[in-house]
Nanobody
Framework: QVQLVESGGGLVQPGGSLRLSCAAS????????MGWYRQAPGKPRELVAG???????NYADSVKGRFTISRDNAKKTVYLQMNSLKPEDTAVYYC??????????????WGQGTLVTVSS
């Protein structure tokens, strides 16, 4: 069984910072791309940032220059450093990973989500 466990959400004032973490566990052979998505009330889920095993990253235009995604392959963990947070960043943030299990099964796995609220 494979799972992603997120942590680090919470309430922060505009202009503040938060760091999200997402650790993968289970019978994993290799993790390919990892990413963070978010879903605000009444809106579709959207990609925030992604990172591949070699370290190349991509970001939504709305977070470029404010958010940084990184990964620690040895720890099977992906991070999202969020700076200069705005009220419009308020959403449930989901971790996502495409991986291969030890049984050589390709899976797409989602975390349970962590709420980020930006408000004064």
């Amino acid at each position: 069984q494979v799972q992603l466990v997120e942590s680090g959400g919470g309430l922060v004032q505009p202009g503040g910072s938060l760091r999200l973490s997402c650790a993968a566990s289970g019978s994993i052979f290799i993790i390919n791309d990892m990413g963070w998505y978010r879903q605000a009330p009444g809106k579709p889920r959207e990609l925030v940032a992604g990172v591949i095993p070699g370290g190349s990253t991509n970001y939504a235009d709305s977070v470029k220059g404010r958010f940084t995604i990184s990964r620690d392959n040895a720890k099977k963990t992906v991070y999202l450093q969020m700076n200069s947070l705005k009220p419009e960043d308020t959403a449930v943030y989901y971790c996502n990973a495409h991986l291969v299990t030890v049984n050589l099964v390709n899976l797409e796995v989602w975390g349970q989500g962590t709420l980020v609220t930006v408000s004064s």
